[in-house]
């Protein structure tokens, strides 16, 4: 496509359930980012992808968060037993690799745990 | 690890004041330094960026220098519009790309 694609733009879901987020990078681009953006919080790291490197997951806050990247294309972030504290917008970006090169960000996901 | 800080909003300005937010960073290695903005409903894009020290990023009057000795990465504008009213995140990305929480400016005509 033609930019980065985020499903579902929202998601209201029940405490305790589990939730899958999709990303769909920018063909081509190699590395891509998960971050989380609460209110008055700006832009947390969440887990970095980078070709067939191991990705690194130093930002996922705990273990109910895990994400995969399959074919080096399509993500998906998946939050389990979520919590109320988790809900936000769950931003992905892709960028060609290289770190002087710039990251293009989806819409995003506005999660809301009730 | 790699952190970036930059000054708390909101900041409220007239029209065409001149603008300044603030940025500093810390990074074991050489980072590439960038500023993206957030627009009222819009997702983040990149506004501009420099890869190294003294190097000058600038685009759409906005102006930042590349500044090692202080590590800072300063936002700048000479005369700010209704229309630059958004969020402003500075970020580095030494081995991945790290943002400050973000300042949010509000213009006044």
């Known amino acids: 496509g033609a930019g980065v694609s985020q499903s579902p733009s929202n998601k209201v879901t029940e405490k305790g359930k589990d939730v899958e987020l999709r990303c769909d990078p920018i063909?081509?681009?190699?590395?891509l980012y998960w971050y989380r953006q609460s209110l008055g919080q700006g832009l947390e790291f969440l887990i970095y992808?980078?070709?067939?490197?191991?990705?690194?997951k130093s930002g996922l806050p705990s273990d109910r968060f895990s994400a995969e990247r399959t074919g080096g294309s399509v993500s998906t972030l998946t939050i389990q037993r979520t919590q109320q504290e988790d809900s936000a917008v769950y931003l992905c970006?892709?960028?060609?690799?290289?770190?002087?090169?710039?990251?293009?960000f989806g819409q995003g996901t506005r999660l809301t745990v009730v | 690890g790699d952190s970036v800080t930059q000054m708390e909003g909101p900041v409220t300005l007239s029209e065409e004041a001149f603008l300044t937010i603030n940025c500093t960073y810390t990074a074991t290695g050489y980072p590439s330094l960038f500023w993206y903005v957030q627009y009222p409903g819009e997702g983040l894009q990149l506004l501009l960026k420099?890869?190294?020290?003294?190097d000058k990023g600038s685009n759409k009057g906005f102006e930042a220098t590349y500044r090692k000795e202080t590590t800072s990465f300063h936002l700048e504008k000479g005369s700010v519009q209704v229309s630059d009213s958004a969020v402003y995140f500075c970020?580095?990305?030494?081995?991945?790309?790290?943002f400050g929480t973000g300042t949010r400016l509000q213009v006044f005509p």
């Open positions: 970006a892709s960028s060609t690799s290289g770190g002087d090169t710039e990251a293009f």
């Open positions: 063909s081509g681009h190699t590395a």
């Open positions: 992808f980078q070709g067939n490197s191991a990705p690194d």
């Open positions: 420099a890869t190294k020290a003294d």
């Open positions: 970020a580095l990305n030494t081995d991945k790309l790290i």
